[in-house]
Antibody, heavy 114, light 107 residues
Framework: QVQLQESGPGLVKPSETLSLTCTVS????????WSWIRQPPGKGLEWIGY???????NYNPSLKSRVTISADTSKNQISLKLSSVTAADTARYYC????????WGQGTLVIVSS | AIQMTQSPSSLSASVGDRVTIICRAS??????LGWYQQKPGKAPKLLIY???SLQSGVPSRFSGSGSGTEFSLTISSLQPEDFATYYC?????????FGQGTKLEIK
């Protein structure tokens, strides 16, 4: 079955750009919606946005000016970039397949701190 | 943006109990609602989609109902492995939004 694995720096400095990659195995990214969702420690889930294989995207307006989701089909990867981060962006970041996702990665914790 | 409000925020129950969690949407979302279970340190797991359809592999003691603005998740007979946090998710309109969660604890 499809597997998703997030990767990227676990520590990012304030004002810098958070960059994460989701590598998809046992399935092509050239179909389905691919979502990013985050969860601050001890708190609830927040939908960040999605990438569709046609190239269309949709972002949460609360993050829209800072977020970019894209794909590299040659590597079967989905990426997330979040600029100008603050401590409020500290969270576990999940990639997931679908708009109401069935398949999720294990998530990667990103701490924003100097 | 559509606001999703879950109640209660926490719930204590015993093995064998029947429990119901409510999710209310700030506007009509038809039946575009899913329910997720999350255990500590794990990714959420989809239990119910389209408000009342049981995801493959999920035990039949889980059921969902509702449409429009009010939805419920019912666990008919709690098992030890059901103690977790539950979230609803509306996928009717962007930005998609989750409820704040309901933590189900052992009494």
């Amino acid at each position: 079955q499809v597997q998703l694995q997030e990767s990227g720096p676990g520590l990012v400095k304030p004002s810098e750009t958070l960059s994460l990659t989701c590598t998809v195995s046992n399935g092509s990214i050239s179909t389905y919606f691919w979502s990013w969702i985050r969860q601050p420690p001890g708190k609830g889930l927040e939908w960040i946005g999605y990438f569709y294989y046609t190239g269309s995207t949709n972002y949460n307006p609360s993050l829209k000016s800072r977020v970019t989701i894209s794909a590299d089909t040659s590597k079967n990867q989905i990426s997330l970039k979040l600029s100008s981060v603050t401590a409020a962006d500290t969270a576990r970041y999940y990639c997931a397949r679908g708009s109401a996702p069935v398949y999720w990665g294990q998530g990667t914790l990103v701490i924003v701190s100097s | 943006a559509i606001q999703m409000t879950q109640s209660p925020s926490s719930l204590s129950a015993s093995v064998g109990d029947r429990v119901t969690i409510i999710c209310r949407a700030s506007q009509d979302i038809r039946n575009d609602l899913g329910w997720y279970q999350q255990k500590p340190g794990k990714a959420p797991k989809l239990l119910i989609y389209a408000a009342s359809s049981l995801q493959s592999g999920v035990p039949s003691r889980f059921s969902g109902s509702g449409s429009g603005t009010e939805f419920s998740l019912t666990i008919s007979s709690l098992q030890p492995e059901d103690f977790a946090t539950y979230y609803c998710l509306q996928d009717y309109k962007y930005p998609y939004s989750f409820g704040q969660g309901t933590k189900l604890e052992i009494k």
